[in-house]
């Protein structure tokens, strides 16, 4: 069902791409609307139980997207450099295939809190109230991995 990578010798180790996900704050989702365009929105996110867990607004072209065909595609780069004397990049990579689930009540809110331990750990209980007082003009979703190929460019 999903290819394998061409370039085996650039392949990243299930351990390693798990730790580019944890290292990474941004990735991009690709979605597919019932016109059959794909779309591609960058958004924070976090790995958290075993998935990408992020949140959004009630609507939206995104949702959209979703609605219509839950599965997804997901991106990070990490650690990427240009060489120019070497016409190469060195990078890190992750691309990940799955669905995407929305999240309610207590998996809404430990989704939330798992954003709020990522990028403001020094403010969980600030986050904590943010939480109480915005969740229900967000929603949450994660997207349940099917399949994980982490890729490096090591010149």
Do not use: W
């Not at 595609?73 to 016409?87: D, T």
């Not at 403001?120 to 994980?148: C, L, M, N, P, W």
């Amino acid at each position: 069902m999903f290819r394998q990578m061409r370039r085996k010798e650039k392949q990243l180790s299930l351990e390693e791409s798990l730790e580019i996900l944890n290292l990474a704050d941004e990735g991009i989702l690709a979605t597919t609307g019932p016109d059959g365009y794909p779309y591609a929105v960058p958004l924070n996110f976090v790995y958290h139980g075993g998935g990408i867990v992020f949140h959004c607004a009630k609507s939206g072209h995104k949702l959209d997207n979703i609605n219509h065909n839950p599965r997804v595609s997901f991106c990070v780069v990490h650690e990427s450099e240009i060489i120019p004397l070497s016409f190469s990049t060195r990078y890190k990579s992750v691309v990940v295939f799955g669905r995407a689930v929305e999240l309610f009540d207590q998996k809404m809110e430990e989704g939330l809190l798992a954003l709020v331990n990522k990028f403001s750990k020094d403010h969980v209980e600030a986050g904590k109230k943010y939480i109480d007082d915005s969740k229900h003009q967000t929603r949450v979703f994660t997207v349940k991995i099917e399949q994980i190929t982490g890729k490096a460019g090591k010149k």
